[in-house]
Nanobody
Framework: QVYLVESGGGLVQTGGSLRLSCVAS????????MGWYRQAPGKQRELVAT???????NYADSVKDRFTISRDNAKNTLYLQMNSLKPEETAVYYC?????????????WGQGTQVTVSS
């Protein structure tokens, strides 16, 4: 069982910054991908950014050059630095982990953290 706990959400003004964190615990496969997704009211959950256990990153076009995903493997912690935030980025942000154990893919989600960007 893998547990993901997010923190760092809150209320920020347009153009402001926030840093989200996600701590993973449990039995995690050494080969894995961690990521951030978000879901705004009435919309589908969408990818924000991912990072592999080797450090390769991928970003949604809408956040490139403003958001930075990183991880500390020693602490099993994932981060998302968000700069120049926009009101339309108000959403619940979820931490996600895909890992592989004995050839089987497992997908885990955190409970989410609310980010509200005021105009």
């Amino acid at each position: 069982q893998v547990y993901l706990v997010e923190s760092g959400g809150g209320l920020v003004q347009t153009g402001g910054s926030l840093r989200l964190s996600c701590v993973a615990s449990g039995s995690i496969g050494s080969i894995n991908v961690m990521g951030w997704y978000r879901q705004a009211p009435g919309k589908q959950r969408e990818l924000v950014a991912t990072i592999t256990s080797a450090g390769s990153t991928n970003y949604a076009d809408s956040v490139k050059d403003r958001f930075t995903i990183s991880r500390d493997n020693a602490k099993n912690t994932l981060y998302l630095q968000m700069n120049s935030l926009k009101p339309e980025e108000t959403a619940v942000y979820y931490c996600n982990l895909k890992d592989y154990r004995r050839g089987v893919e497992y997908v885990s989600w955190g409970q989410g953290t609310q980010v509200t960007v005021s105009s």
